[in-house]
């Protein structure tokens, strides 16, 4: 488990050197979201480390901005508050960035916009703001958590009955985002139709990896040590071959884009994240009171608790195993397409959620449905409530953190069973 995790960090760092555009010259980029909402008209300027202004431009109506800089360095990138529209605030009052531009590749600046504070969001103290704030947070947390939750079950379950370390599985996640952008954007399908079928094809593509693939390797009695390598290699030819074909920027489906909030009260929310947050979660129980309830749930955990036994027992291993991996594909698949109605498609999608997916899946514990479930929302929940006190570039740290000291003091997770070594 410790070479996992260390190899699952040195991808992480490696890939966040990657960047969604092409490399045919430095730059700096982003993209203005207030609500899930684009932001248009808002100054950006980027100068020099003496001072120099070097170019200034506004964001577009996808609320996308860019601007090329002469060389790799570092530049300080400036957002003109004055220019925002009434009503949005700069959430982190970090108006003036300085960043790191690297040969070749354009780097993406972060401004956290959101709704300036009302008479109505004043906390118990009187600060106005915070509880609005920390529900809107929350809510946010609580629905990544789920989109989390999907891929999570799926990788669970696939580590549950064959002990395989996926690093693929974000590829999973890409590759159902894909599939609907195709079937919605080229072939003109409502994106709710796209993402059933590309639910489908994912579940498919489970089961294709397995019958031609993953079971052939299982058949030559290839070590799960070697298998986990395998991922990884195979991981990287899909999200190299999906860049190939997709292109390095990031696409948005042709509905649901830039849709009004609905007033909850202290916080909006989108009509499109109540709808993904009720399929994630009728989803999510029916497949975990499968496991439970159904005879085929059963065969899985009898498969997942000691493989040889359930042989014996009649049980047929491999016919179980790849029914896992379909289910674990579909899973993917269906939180890929959410994803992408939340953040828009790119190659990286799955590879740069995939660190938080793993995280989910340790804390909970390994190998166990309801650890993951639980454990992704603990993630979700951590990443964003964690930019209370942290710059949004690093909510990640406050998911890892919670791991570590969940894992310090509870090695084999939250809901995880205690093994002895040996």
């Given at each position: 488990m410790m070479v996992t995790a260390f190899l699952a960090s040195m991808l992480f760092v490696l890939g966040t050197g990657v960047t969604s555009a092409s490399a045919e010259g430095e730059g700096l980029q982003g993209t203005l979201i207030n609500q899930n909402q684009p932001v248009a008209g808002v100054t950006i300027k980027v100068s020099g480390q003496d001072g120099q202004l070097i170019d200034q431009t506004k964001s577009g109506a996808d609320g996308k901005w860019?601007?090329?800089?002469?060389?790799?360095?570092?530049?300080?990138?400036?957002?003109?508050?004055?220019?925002?529209?009434?009503?949005?605030?700069?959430?982190?009052?970090?108006?003036?960035?300085?960043?790191?531009?690297?040969?070749?590749?354009?780097?993406?600046?972060?401004?956290?916009?959101?709704?300036?504070?009302?008479?109505?969001?004043?906390?118990?103290?009187?600060?106005?703001?915070?509880?609005?704030?920390?529900?809107?947070?929350?809510?946010?947390?609580?629905?990544i958590g789920l989109m989390i939750a999907l891929a999570a079950l799926g990788l669970s379950l696939i580590f549950g009955t064959m002990g395989l370390t996926?690093?693929?599985?974000?590829?999973?996640?890409?590759?159902?985002?894909?599939?609907?952008?195709?079937?919605n954007v080229f072939v003109g399908l409502p994106v709710w139709v796209a993402g059933v079928i590309a639910v489908i094809l994912g579940g498919a593509f489970g089961w294709i990896q397995d019958r031609f693939f993953w079971g052939w390797l299982r058949q030559r009695r290839t070590g799960l040590i070697?298998?986990?390598?395998?991922?990884?290699?195979?991981?990287?030819?899909?999200?190299?071959?999906?860049?190939?074909?997709?292109?390095?920027?990031?696409?948005?489906?042709s509905e649901y884009v830039a849709?009004?909030?609905?007033?909850?009260?202290?916080?909006?929310?989108?009509?499109?994240?109540?709808?993904?947050?009720?399929?994630?979660?009728?989803?999510?129980?029916?497949?975990?009171?499968?496991?439970?309830?159904?005879?085929?749930?059963?065969?899985?955990?009898?498969?997942?608790?000691?493989?040889?036994?359930?042989?014996?027992?009649?049980?047929?291993?491999d016919a179980i195993?790849?029914?896992?991996?379909?289910?674990?594909?579909?899973?993917?698949?269906?939180?890929?397409?959410?994803?992408?109605?939340?953040?828009?498609?790119?190659?990286?999608?799955?590879?740069q959620i995939l660190l938080l997916v793993f995280a989910a899946v340790t804390l909970g514990g390994l190998g166990t449905a309801f650890g993951a479930l639980l454990g992704s929302l603990v993630i979700g929940l951590a990443t964003q409530l964690s930019t209370l006190w942290i710059p949004t570039e690093l909510k990640n740290v406050g998911a890892l953190a919670v791991l570590i000291i969940v894992i310090l003091f509870r090695p084999q997770g939250i809901l995880g069973r205690r093994e002895r070594i040996g």
């Open positions: 860019s601007v090329g800089v002469p060389k790799a360095g570092t530049y300080k990138v400036d957002l003109d508050v004055a220019t925002l529209p009434q009503g949005v605030v700069l959430l982190n009052n970090r108006p003036s960035l300085n960043l790191q531009v690297f040969e070749g590749s354009v780097r993406t600046a972060l401004f956290p916009l959101g709704a300036a504070a009302t008479g109505n969001e004043k906390a118990d103290d009187g600060s106005p703001g915070t509880l609005g704030r920390v529900l809107d947070l929350a809510y946010t947390g609580i629905h996926n690093f693929a599985h974000g590829e999973l996640i890409t590759f159902g985002a894909m599939m609907a952008f195709i079937f070697g298998m986990m390598i395998i991922s990884i290699g195979l991981a990287l030819t899909l999200r190299y071959v999906s860049l190939y074909w997709f292109r390095g920027e990031t696409r948005q489906y849709q009004p909030g609905i007033d909850l009260g202290l916080i909006d929310v989108a009509p499109k994240n109540l709808v993904m947050d009720a399929i994630a979660i009728i989803v999510l129980v029916g497949v975990s009171a499968s496991l439970v309830m159904t005879r085929l749930g059963k065969a899985t955990r009898a498969v997942s608790t000691n493989p040889s036994l359930a042989a014996a027992s009649g049980i047929n291993v195993i790849r029914l896992v991996w379909t289910i674990g594909g579909a899973l993917a698949a269906l939180s890929g397409v959410m994803l992408g109605v939340f953040q828009g498609i790119n190659y990286q999608m799955g590879f």
